[in-house]
């Protein structure tokens, strides 16, 4: 039972980091096109109060996968959960690069246009497919 409690933890709490590493560059569309500093300004809030509630929801996701793994042996030997690991891994570059990016936009450094940030806010949706293919499917 622990381990059914801990499993609906780790997935209500990767699909609510997922959920806010979708809209925060959706965000960032919208302030790279701004002409409207007072635009600007309340999108960069929105932001940062964002990218706080996903940097805490990070943490739970990864205590409680981690904890299924270890407690439960989950995969620990398997291919399919080095795969995930390491994509996992990728989705954590793509998390600190999006506060990475705030930081740029905060300090009114941002060069890049709004169609950079739509391919950029691409990313996570194919790290979550192939994530949950490999969890799924366990190919190897």
Same mark, same amino acid.
């Given at each position: 039972?622990? %381990?059914?409690?801990? =499993?609906?933890? *780790?997935?209500?709490?990767?699909?609510? $980091?997922?959920?806010?590493?979708?809209?925060? !560059? #959706?965000?960032?569309?919208?302030?790279?096109?701004?002409?409207? !500093?007072? +635009?600007?300004?309340?999108?960069?809030?929105?932001? +940062? @109060?964002?990218? @706080?509630?996903?940097?805490? /929801? +990070?943490? !739970?996701?990864?205590? &409680?996968?981690?904890?299924?793994?270890?407690? &439960?042996?989950?995969? /620990?030997?398997?291919?399919?959960? *080095?795969?995930?690991?390491?994509?996992?891994?990728?989705? /954590?570059?793509?998390?600190?690069?999006? +506060? @990475?990016? %705030? #930081?740029?936009?905060?300090?009114?450094?941002?060069? @890049?246009?709004?169609?950079?940030? #739509? $391919?950029?806010?691409?990313?996570?949706?194919?790290?979550?497919?192939?994530?949950?293919?490999?969890?799924?499917? =366990? !190919?190897?």
């Amino acid at each position: 039972m622990l %381990y059914l409690w801990i =499993k609906t933890l *780790h997935i209500v709490f990767v699909t609510s $980091w997922f959920a806010g590493l979708f809209y925060l !560059p #959706r965000i960032y569309v919208n302030m790279a096109q701004t002409p409207n !500093p007072d +635009a600007y300004q309340a999108m960069l809030g929105m932001a +940062a @109060r964002l990218l @706080r509630f996903t940097n805490k /929801l +990070a943490i !739970p996701a990864i205590i &409680f996968g981690l904890w299924m793994m270890i407690q &439960f042996k989950i995969g /620990l030997t398997d291919g399919w959960m *080095h795969a995930k690991l390491l994509l996992v891994a990728g989705v /954590l570059g793509y998390h600190y690069s999006c +506060a @990475r990016i %705030y #930081r740029q936009f905060e300090q009114h450094k941002n060069t @890049r246009s709004h169609v950079y940030y #739509r $391919w950029f806010n691409e990313i996570p949706v194919f790290l979550l497919l192939l994530i949950v293919a490999l969890v799924i499917i =366990k !190919p190897f």
